[in-house]
């Protein structure tokens, strides 16, 4: 089993276990829980992705992420590429007052003074809490339609609120000159056959990055594909301080 089959195989198995673990990724959730005064699971998810992506950038959006699963089985029915940046802004547009309304939630709630991971699941499964098929049932339908409707992966794109939690915790780690994660080029073996920038899954125009000689990228996530579609070697994986 080559390494793509493998980080498929680990997207797929994430999907299937999604029923189980949507609410620690919830919104809603910690939402809820800041009224309360609690740490519910979600919270810990979106510190512990902004941790990681310290020295794994944004590896869990490429290997472990269950939307990354679902949205690459609508890619074999459509396969669009995702043109223009100033759709990546939209995230950020809904992160912003998301987290302006969690920070306002737990101030005028009863201020956080307690951890509950399970919170609103049951025996900590997701989809046996109530209200949850239902919840389950409209995420995965809207993800389904901006991933048919828009192109590859376009939810992470647009619409996906943990991912600026790794964005950032990438940036501060180069800022910080930590060694971590990344994709590495080698521009003498390119021939510009752009293979790289076909196989992307998130639309990246690749070859344009090896010429620049910079692969770094808010949206790459680190997925391989142009590593490992290179017939050349000019892409590689790497752990170690940006240059």
């Not at 919830?26 to 009224?35: K, T, V």
């Not at 794994?56 to 679902?70: H, I, K, S, V, Y």
């Amino acid at each position: 089993m080559d390494r793509q089959a493998k980080r498929r195989l680990a997207i797929y198995v994430s999907l299937a276990l999604f029923p189980a673990t949507f609410y620690y990724m919830s919104p809603i959730l910690i939402i809820m829980g800041a009224y309360e005064g609690l740490v519910v699971g979600s919270a810990l998810t979106f510190a512990a992705m902004f941790l990681l992506s310290l020295y794994l950038g944004r590896a869990f959006c490429g290997w472990a992420c269950p939307m990354a699963g679902l949205q690459e089985a609508c890619a074999r029915k459509r396969n669009r590429r995702v043109e223009g940046r100033k759709k990546d802004m939209i995230k950020y547009a809904i992160w912003a007052p998301w987290m302006a309304i969690i920070v306002l939630t737990a101030l005028i709630g009863e201020g956080i003074h307690d951890a509950s991971p399970l919170y609103q699941t049951v025996a900590g499964i997701s989809i046996l809490g109530t209200g949850a098929p239902f919840t389950l049932l409209i995420f995965v339908g809207i993800v389904v339609a901006v991933a048919l409707g828009v192109g590859q992966r376009a939810f992470c794109h647009c619409g996906c609120w943990m991912a600026p939690f790794m964005v950032f915790g990438t940036s501060a780690r180069d800022r910080l000159g930590l060694p971590g994660l990344r994709i590495v080029s080698d521009k003498s073996k390119c021939t510009s056959c752009k293979k790289c920038t076909k196989n992307c899954s998130m639309s990246l125009d690749v070859n344009a990055m090896v010429q620049k000689g910079s692969m770094r990228n808010s949206e790459c996530v680190l997925c391989g594909t142009c590593a490992d579609g290179c017939p050349k070697g000019a892409i590689v994986f790497s752990f170690g301080r940006a240059s």
